[in-house]
């Protein structure tokens, strides 16, 4: 490999959420008043969608390039090297193409959510989604004061299904005119079918609902699978809204540009009218978003590989110690929604568990993924392997303790 990822970065005293903000986001502490058994500095960060890898070399070479510059003022989207770099990149991975006129920014996903489900629904309407399920889908509806309806998966064997007969009969609700669409699906790791994306999109239009399909994890897959985003499947559709990003599968959040795609041009120059940042852009994100689709390939393909190790690392685990888990490895995402339910006792809090008994920190349940999530936890896998290994044996050394396998 060109790029080193068991190298382990010491990111404390940062300000980044994974080592300074975990007790306030998981914990609800922000004084950091609760008592654990592990030190701060003990705990192995397992949970945020943030890797602990490095970014490519090519990517930091391009901010330090702009910074050497020395002005950065009110800065956005002018030229068209950028939005060329987005294009290319969906054309040649995906065979994905849109009108460069869709093409809105926002610092992120989230705010995107937050301003487009306003637009969308009115207050006496809802929002879909399936569940489990990304917790800012929630977030998003409750900021804006809208209803929430939750299309259940199905869960069975390792195996995660949409339930089809239920999301039928929720879209046929005229007071239901938005799905918020998660594809690959988070925190399942579900890549759709093509047959599933026809059949959501038949749902769909026949219904004239809106759809934002949030496709920022598509980049990260295992090996042999592929993605198809649903503008694609819903090529003339006027009411799809996609949202991509570079940040998640270049450990970019912090940067904070995502690519907003947006067909309807009303709905779209509502959306414009209500960015609260009147359009501006941070100087460094442009050019290390441009500089991850032009020269980010390699980089982002040993990723992948070495993460797919890493998922191969814990199947092999649990299948050994842990069997009654189920384990399967998802299609997509560096994320492992592993069901610890099938062996602790039923309401067990995993956050508090894992945290006190092992001193992993992780996600799960259904404070944090909505619902139909209870002993369900996601397990970040976007750090080297020296450290999961350490975390695998003290969450089964915590598990064996406490008794609680069935």
Not at 180 to 185: I, R, S, T, Y
Not at 256 to 274: A, T
Not at 348 to 365: H, K, R, S
Request: proline fraction near 4%; glycine fraction near 6%.
């Amino acid at each position: 490999m060109k790029y080193d990822f068991d190298q382990i970065v010491d990111r404390s005293n940062t300000n980044a959420l994974k080592r300074d903000g975990w007790r306030e986001y998981i914990f609800g502490d922000p004084e950091g008043k609760k008592q654990f058994n592990f030190k701060d500095e003990e705990f192995i960060h397992m949970w945020v969608a943030d890797m602990e890898f490095k970014c490519a070399d090519e990517i930091i070479d391009a901010i330090h390039k702009r910074v050497d510059h020395g002005i950065f003022g009110y800065t956005t989207v002018y030229n068209d090297d950028y939005p060329n770099a987005f294009a290319k990149w969906c054309k040649d991975r995906y065979d994905f193409e849109f009108n460069k006129e869709e093409l809105c920014y926002s610092p992120g996903i989230i705010p995107a959510l937050y301003e487009l489900v306003g637009d969308i629904c009115a207050p006496d309407e809802k929002v879909l989604f399936q569940t489990p399920s990304y917790g800012f889908f929630k977030h998003a509806s409750t900021y804006n004061g809208r209803e929430m309806v939750f299309n259940k998966m199905k869960y069975n064997a390792g195996e995660w299904e949409l339930d089809f007969d239920e999301l039928e009969k929720q879209c046929a609700d005229p007071k239901t005119p938005l799905l918020v669409w998660c594809n690959p699906h988070n925190p399942t790791g579900r890549i759709w079918t093509d047959d599933e994306l026809k059949r959501v999109a038949e749902i769909v239009e026949k219904n004239d609902m809106y759809i934002i399909s949030d496709e920022i994890h598509c980049d990260m897959r295992r090996a042999g699978t592929s993605h198809t985003p649903m503008g694609k499947i819903m090529k003339d559709y006027p009411k799809l809204v996609t949202s991509m990003s570079a940040s998640k599968c270049f450990n970019m959040a912090g940067l904070q540009l995502s690519n907003i795609l947006i067909r309807d041009p009303e709905l779209r120059q509502k959306f414009k009218d209500g960015d609260k940042l009147v359009g501006f852009l941070n100087p460094l994100s442009i050019t290390a978003m441009q500089a991850a689709y032009e020269e980010g390939g390699q980089w982002l393909q040993e990723m992948n590989d070495y993460v797919d190790a890493n998922f191969a690392y814990i199947k092999e685990f649990f299948d050994k110690n842990l069997p009654e888990m189920e384990f399967k490895i998802p299609d997509s995402t560096y994320l492992a929604w592993v069901n610890f339910g099938a062996v602790l006792p039923a309401g067990t809090d995993v956050n508090e568990f894992f945290a006190n008994e092992a001193g992993v920190l992780i996600e799960g349940g259904d404070a944090l993924f909505v619902d139909n999530a209870e002993g369900f936890v996601r397990l970040n896998l976007a750090m080297p392997k020296s450290q999961i290994e350490i975390a695998m044996q003290r969450m089964y050394d915590a598990i064996e303790k406490a008794g609680g396998r069935k």
